[in-house]
Every structure is written in structure tokens, then in C-alpha cells.
């Protein structure tokens, strides 16, 4: 079986915004699918090791900020390989709120969506979340940043001087420099298993 026929899904990119009563936190996250349209329904699939997981869990609610092409790495950087646990990600700016009191990001975003949990899954390593719509806005008509988008236009390229051997992950790029990956592996950058490494 070649598990790379997975990359051929078409995904989009998203910042998961959330608040643990004290600090406003974010992650990436490439699982967010509309299910139904009357209601609006939303699924939103947040891997359990994550921060943003438990709050959303604790608190019920969460914005999916939809990132433009226009979000360069950093922003990848800063949301997608920390810990909201041990890492303010919003220190350094004051970005704005939507009605339901969780941030939004000010830059880089097209549109964002404000859901309220009203079912969870649990799928093993991951948790889904089934949502209502509770509010959404366009902020403008930039196009949406696939997961294709950001392989090709915005995630690094290896640099082919450096003869790296081990094992790379295909969402983050975090390398892990071993002959052999156990199967339990997760990713200390993205949170992903074995199944997202490619051998290098």
C-alpha cells in the first residue's frame, strides 16, 4: 500500500484560534470540512497532543482563521511548530475579536469562522469536533492557501548541500536524523505520526 496517495486530498490551510480563559492561543490545521448546509455544519479534527485540542474541548468554541497565499513561513512558524502550553503565540501583537470574544488573525487571512462544538469524536490520536456556524466573515478575495500552495510556494526547500539522513516530515519538515522511526513516532513540531514521514 502507498500511504502517498493521502497527499492527493485536497486540503486547505487554517489557524484553529482558541482561549483558555487566561491566554489567547492558535495552531495550524489542515481538517476543517463543511458537512452539512442546513444547518451549517463543520468538522474541525484536532490532534489530541495538541493544546488547542483541550481547550476547544474545555471551552466549546473556536475560530478557523482561512489563510490567503499571502501568509509567508513565519506564520507556519509561529503556530505550527510550538506549543501553546509553554508559548504565548499572541505576545507580540493585540489581534482583533470576533462576537464570540476568541482572536482573529489580523494579517494573512481571508475569511474567518466562528463555531461552537456541539459533538466530539473520539478518532485516537486525533478528536473531532462537529460544529455549528455561529458567525463568519470575508475579509477580503485573496485565494485560500491549499496544502499543495504552501509545498510548493512557502514551506522551504531542502537545501541540497546538506547530506541529511533520516527521515522528513511531508506537513511541517521537521527532520528526524535516524536510520529507524518507531512506530509511535510523533512529530515534536506538528504533532503528526509516522505515516506523514518520508524517507529521505
Not at 468538522?43 to 476547544?56: A, E, F, Q, R
Not at 509545498?151 to 541540497?160: A, C, F, L, T
Request: hydrophobic share 30%; proline share 4%; aromatic share 12%.
Amino acid at each position: 500500500m502507498n500511504t502517498n496517495a493521502l497527499f492527493n486530498i485536497g486540503y486547505g490551510l487554517y489557524v484553529i484560534t482558541s482561549n483558555d480563559g487566561v491566554r489567547d492561543n492558535g495552531m495550524i490545521c489542515n481538517t476543517v470540512c463543511q458537512l452539512t448546509s442546513n444547518p451549517i455544519q463543520l468538522s474541525v479534527t484536532l490532534n489530541k497532543g495538541s493544546y488547542t485540542h483541550d481547550t476547544v474541548k474545555n471551552t466549546g468554541k473556536m475560530n478557523v482563521c482561512c489563510l490567503s497565499t499571502e501568509a509567508p513561513f513565519k506564520v507556519f512558524e509561529a503556530f505550527g511548530f510550538k506549543s501553546g502550553r509553554d508559548t504565548d503565540k499572541f505576545a507580540d501583537c493585540t489581534p482583533p475579536r470576533s462576537e464570540n470574544g476568541l482572536v482573529f488573525l489580523p494579517k494573512y487571512i481571508n475569511a474567518y469562522l466562528s463555531l461552537k462544538v456541539e459533538n466530539y469524536i473520539d478518532l485516537g490520536s486525533h478528536g473531532m469536533f462537529i460544529c455549528t456556524l455561529s458567525d463568519a466573515e470575508v475579509l477580503n478575495n485573496n485565494e485560500s492557501m491549499s496544502y499543495s500552495y504552501y509545498q510548493g510556494n512557502v514551506k522551504p526547500k531542502k537545501d541540497s548541500k546538506k547530506e541529511k539522513r533520516g527521515y522528513v516530515c511531508t506537513l511541517c519538515g521537521y527532520v528526524h536524523e535516524e536510520e529507524t522511526m518507531p512506530d509511535d513516532f510523533v512529530c515534536p513540531w506538528c504533532n503528526h505520526g509516522k505515516e506523514f514521514f518520508e524517507k529521505l
